[in-house]
Nanobody, 124 residues
């Protein structure tokens, strides 16, 4: 089993930056891909970003390309989502997810491990 814990959410103003962290524990050797999703109440989860755990490949959702970046610290079993130029439409609960599949999947059903989520609020 893999456990994921997100942190770093909060209330920020439009145009501000925020960095989310996701710490993995447990059977981390089984992780090949980490991803970030977000969800607004009443809507489906939206793919935000993904990264290969052992490589350099990353992928971003169209709505965040050019504003968000992803990084990782394998020694700390932690991935980060740097969110810049935040907009009100970025308001959501952000989830970290992990998969043993060696591809960045854009569908949430491809990830068996999930964190509890962290709220990001950007007032309009």
């Amino acid at each position: 089993q893999v456990q994921l814990v997100e942190s770093g959410g909060g209330l920020v103003q439009a145009g501000d930056s925020l960095r989310l962290s996701c710490a993995a524990s447990g059977r981390t050797v089984s992780i090949n891909t980490m991803a970030w999703f977000r969800q607004v109440a009443g809507k489906e989860r939206e793919f935000v970003a993904g990264t290969n755990w052992y490589g350099a490949a990353t992928w971003f959702g169209d709505s965040v390309k050019g504003r968000f970046t992803a990084s990782k610290d394998n020694a700390k079993n932690t991935v980060y989502l740097q969110m810049n130029s935040l907009k009100s439409e970025d308001t959501a609960v952000y989830y970290c997810a992990a998969s043993g599949f060696n591809r960045i999947l854009l569908q949430d059903r491809g990830y068996p491990y999930w964190g509890q989520g962290t709220q990001v609020t950007v007032p309009s």
